[in-house]
C-alpha cells in the first residue's frame, strides 16, 4: 500500500511519459460528492417553480450553501515538514506557494478552489492586521503575553521580548516608517504570481528592505490572512486547502498565530519529514486532534526521497509509524502515506515541459534525480533484462494516494452531513408539496361537481370548502404553533444543558487544582529539596473531556426522547390535516453517525504542557510550599477554566446545530403546508366572487376550463415532484454507498 | 561572530576531524585525559553517523528505524571489545549484536573498545536521540554530558533548529551548554549552495547566542554503515 511503479521514467524511455491524461473524473478529489452536489445543485433549481413562494428562501439557502460549500483541508505539520511543497504538488501547480530551505511561510494561506463557471473577482486577498491586532502582537499583549507572563521570568519571556523587538524593527525597515498606515487595509490582485506571495506570505529574508524607488515591499510581518481563488483545478468537489506556518518553530510569534488562526478544517494532512518522522512533538499534537477528528486525520510522509535508500527505508518508516500510531491510538486509523512531495513537483515540472515540447532545465535536472533514484548506481539494468522487469524501485510521489484517502475521508466528513441534509430537507419539502397538491385535487373535483348543481347547493359546497379549509388552516396553525413551542423546549433544554456542563466543568477543574496544589504541598513538605515536582494535567484533560461528552450525549439523548415523544404525536396531527398521506416525512430524522461535538478546546495549549524545563524554572523561581501551591492553583484554574468556559460555547453550538437540524425538516414541511393553504384560500376568494357576479352562467364554461387546466397543472406538479423524489433518493442512496466504501 | 567550522568529509581517508571541536584543556598541567565529546540531538539527526565520521571509520551501526538505544562511548582498546554498564556500574561483556537490541531497563550504557589511534585522545559518546517521548532516556542522556571537554548538538539541515531543540538544549546546566557546538548534519541533502549560506545566516542568528561555534557535516560514504563491522 503506498506505493505505485513510477510513470515517470529516465529521458531515454520518453514513450512511457505519455500524454498528460490525468484521472480528472472518477478519481479526483472528491469526486463522488460532487456529482451529488451537483445533482441536488439542478434539483433545488428546478424545484423553484415547482414549490410556492414558500419554499424559496429555503431553496434559495439550499442553493446557496451547494453553490459556495467547500471541503476544508488543512496541511499541519512542524516548520520544514515541506506543507507548502506538497501543496505545490497536490494542487499541480509547482512553485506556486514560495519555499525555502528556512521556515518560509509564516501567513496561514488558503487556497479556494471554487468549480465555478465565472472567474474570480480577485486571484488573492490579502487581510493585513488591524491597528489593534497588530499593537496587541507587536507589544506581546493578548494571548501571547498571557502565556509567557505566567512563566518564570528570565526563560523565555526575554526570549519572546527579543523576537518581538526584531519583528517591529524588521517590519519598520522593510516597510517604512511610516508602515502603521498600511494596518487594517486590504490588498487585493487580479492575478497571483509568485513573487506577489513571497511579498505577503514569506518570511523573507533579513535583509530585504525596501530600495529607493523600488516598488516591491515585503508585507509578510503585518498580514493576517491570506486567500488565493482559483477558478479550477485537479480537484472535483470544490475544495478549500490551507497552508500554514510549521508549528515547533523557535519564532514564537509565528507558533502562536498559526495555532489562533486555524479554523475548523474538515480534513487534517497531517506532513511529516521521513527523516524524522513522528517526534514526541507530533505524537503530541495527533494526540489533541485525536479527540474530534477521529478518522479525519492522513499521515503523509514526506521526503522520502532523501532516504539513503528509498524503497526499502520507505516501507519501514512507515511501519515503524504505523505501529507507532496504532500503540498511541489503538482504535484510530489513520491512513499513512508515504511519498515525495518535492518528486511530484520535478515530474510535473517534466510533462508540462514535454507538453510545450521544449527542454526545461529544472525538468531535466528532475529525469536525472529521478533516475538516479529508480536505478541505483550499485545496480544498473542489465541490457538482455526486459525493461518490465528491472528491479521494481517503487518510489512513488503519493499524491494519488493521499488524494484518495482524502476522498474517502471526504465522504464521511461534514461536507458530506450537510449535502445529505440538504437532500433529506429538499425531499421534505417535495413530498409535503406532493400531498397538498394531492388533496387540492381532491377539492377541485368537488368543486366541479358542485358547479353542475344548483347555485344553492354551490353555495353549500363552497361553505363547506371554506370551512373545511379554516379547520385545515387551524389545525396547520396549531401544528406550527406546537413546532414553535417544541424549539421553544429545545433552546431551554440546550441552555439547562450547557448550565449543568458549565458548573461541573468548573467543579472538576478547581478540585483538580485543590488536589494538586495539596499534594504539591505534601510533596515539599515530605522532601523539602525535592528537585523537579511535575503536575501532569493530562488526567484533567481526560476528565473534562469526559465530561464534555458526557453532557453532550446526555442531552443528545435527551432531546432523542423528546423527538421519539413528538414525531408520532406529529404524525398524527398531519395525518389528520392530510388524510391521504403516507409518506415517511415525520419519521425520527436519523441524526448522522460520527458527527461528535467538537473538543478543539481541549487542545489549547497552557503553561503547564511546555514541559520539563518549564518546570524545572518554576521550582527555581519560588520557595515556600504554601506560596508554591497557591501558584500552583492559580495556574490551574486560570489555565484550564477559560477551557471550560470555551467547552460550554462549544456544547451550545453543537447542541443548537443538532437542534437546526430538526428544525430546518419541521420549517420545510410547514412551509409547503402554508403554501397549499394559500393557493387554496385564492381560488375559494375567486370563486366567491364568481358566484356572487351577476353573469355567472356565462362563466361556466369559463370556469369549468379553469378547473380543467389548474387540475393538469397539480397533476404536472405530482408529476415533477415524484420525478424529483425519485432523484433525491438515488443522491441519498449515492451518500450513503460512498460513505460505507471505507478502506 | 562564530566561524563555520567545516567537517565536510570527502573521504573515509581524510585527516582526524577532531581539529575545531576538542578545546584546549581548561587549566595548564591537568592531567592528560581522553577528551570527552559527547554527540546528543533529536532522533535520526545524524549523530551516530557523525561519531562514526569522529573516529573515521563505522564503528557503530547506523539506521533511520532503529534507533540508538544506550549512551554508547567510544574508548581505546587494545582490541575490539564491548562492555555493558549496569546499574551499579558493574561491566559486564556482551556481544556484538546487542548494540543493535531493543533497550534493557538494566543497562546504564554501553562501553565500546576500539584500537583506532584517535582514540588515545579522545573518546566519543553517542546517545540516544531526543524527541521520541522517552523521558528516562533523555534523563541518561544527560548524564552523559556531565564532565564532556565539547558536546556537540546534531540539527538536521533539512529541518534545521526546531523550537524544540532549542527547549531541550536551554535545559541543560549553563556548565554544558558553554561547551556547546552546533552540528548542522546531512549538509548533502541541501539542494543548493545557496541554500547552505541562508540556512546559516538563519542558524547565526537564531542559535548562534546558544552555541560556541557553528559547524556543518555532510557524511556521504559514512551512512551505509552494517552493525558490528568489526567484530
Known sequence: MGFETPALVAPGRREAVGPIDRPRDAQAVGAPLEAARLRLLALAGSLDGLLGEHAAPLL??????????????????????????????????????????????????ALHFRNAPTPPEHAAVFHLFSVDEWNELAEGGGRVRELTERLVPGFQSDLLRAQLKVMRKRAEQRLGPRFAELLGKCHRFETVTPRILEDYVSAGDETSRPCAGALRRHYSDITRSADLYFNEGPFAFPLTLIDTPGTNDPFLVRDEITRRSLENPDIYVFVVSALQPLSAGDVAMLRLLNGL???????????????????????????????????????????????????ANMRLEAESADRAGRPASRAIAAHSRLQALLEPPCE???????????????????????????????????????????????????RTAEVTDRAELGSINALVQARRLETASLRRRLEEEKASLA????????????????????????????????????????????????????????????????????????????????????ATSDLDRIEQVLYPQLRLIVASLLPDYNGNLLEVPAWPHGVMPSVTALGDKVTMDLGT?????????????????????????????????????????????????????????????????????????????????????????????EQEARGEACARRQEACSAALEELVTVLEALDAAQGERP | ???????????????????????????????????????????????????????????????????????????????????AELIGRRRVAVPWSAIDEAPAPHVRRLHVGMPIERLKALRAVDTPGFGLGDEEDEARTLMACRGAATVIWCTPAMQAWKASELRTWLALPRTVRRRGVLAVTFMDALPSSGDAGRLLARLYADAGPHFRRIVTFSAQGFLAAPAGELA
Open chain 1, 613 to 705: 524545563s518549564w518546570w524545572s524554572r518554576w521550582f527555581a523561581g519560588r520557595k515556600a510550599a504554601e506560596e508554591r501551591a497557591r501558584h500552583l492553583r492559580c495556574l490551574i484554574e486560570e489555565d484550564f477554566l477559560a477551557i471550560a468556559d470555551e467547552l460550554v460555547t462549544e456544547a451550545g453550538t453543537y447542541l443548537s446545530e443538532r437542534v437546526d437540524y430538526v428544525m430546518r425538516r419541521v420549517d420545510a414541511i410547514s412551509s409547503g403546508l402554508r403554501t397549499g393553504i394559500e393557493r387554496r384560500g385564492e381560488h375559494l376568494a375567486r370563486e366567491q366572487a364568481l358566484i356572487d357576479s351577476p353573469a355567472r352562467g356565462e362563466d361556466l364554461e369559463r370556469f369549468e376550463a
Open chain 1, 380 to 430: 544498473p539494468p542489465l541490457e538482455d533484462r526486459p525493461r518490465i522487469a528491472a528491479p521494481a524501485v517503487q518510489v512513488s510521489s503519493g499524491m494519488r494516494e493521499v488524494s484518495a484517502a482524502v476522498t474517502r475521508l471526504m465522504c464521511t466528513s461534514g461536507v458530506a452531513m450537510r449535502l445529505r441534509q440538504i437532500a433529506v430537507c429538499l425531499a421534505e419539502l417535495v
Open chain 1, 471 to 554: 379547520a385545515f388552516e387551524e389545525r396547520a396553525n396549531r401544528l406550527q404553533a406546537s413546532f414553535k413551542e417544541v424549539e421553544a423546549h429545545f433552546a431551554e433544554l440546550v441552555d439547562t444543558a450547557s448550565q449543568l456542563l458549565r458548573e461541573r466543568l468548573g467543579t472538576l477543574v478547581r478540585e483538580f487544582a485543590e488536589k494538586e496544589a495539596g499534594a504539591l504541598k505534601e510533596a515539599l513538605n515530605d522532601r523539602p529539596r525535592q528537585a523537579v515536582w511535575r503536575c501532569d494535567i493530562m488526567p484533567l484533560r481526560h476528565e473534562l473531556e469526559e465530561a464534555y461528552l458526557g453532557a453532550c450525549e446526555q
Open chain 1, 293 to 343: 477528528y477521529k478518522d479525519r486525520i492522513v499521515v503523509f510522509i514526506n521526503r522520502i526521497d532523501q532516504l539513503p535508500d528509498p524503497a526499502s527505508d520507505a516501507a519501514a518508516v512507515k511501519a515503524t509509524i504505523e505501529k507507532r500510531l496504532r500503540v498511541e491510538f489503538p482504535t484510530l486509523q489513520v491512513p499513512v502515506i508515504c511519498g515525495s512531495a518535492m518528486l
Open chain 2, 1 to 83: 561572530m562564530i566561524e563555520p567550522a567545516s567537517l565536510v568529509i570527502a573521504d573515509r581517508a581524510g585527516p582526524p576531524l577532531t581539529a575545531g571541536l576538542v578545546e584546549p584543556p581548561l587549566r595548564t598541567g591537568a592531567k592528560e585525559r581522553p577528551r570527552r565529546i559527547v554527540v546528543i540531538g533529536e532522533f535520526n539527526s545524524g549523530k551516530t553517523t557523525l561519531v562514526n565520521a569522529l573516529l573515521g571509520s563505522p564503528v557503530l551501526p547506523t539506521s533511520f528505524t532503529k534507533h540508538t538505544a544506550y549512551p554508547t562511548v567510544v574508548g581505546f582498546a587494545a582490541k575490539p571489545a564491548l562492555r
Open chain 1, 60 to 109: 434559495e439557502a439550499a442553493r446557496r450553501e451547494l453553490a459556495q460549500r467547500s471541503c476544508r483541508i488543512a496541511v499541519i505539520g512542524q516548520i520544514k515538514a515541506g506543507k507548502s511543497t506538497f501543496l505545490n504538488a497536490l494542487t499541480e501547480r509547482p512553485g506556486l506557494l514560495p519555499t525555502d530551505i528556512n521556515p518560509w511561510t509564516v501567513v496561514v494561506t
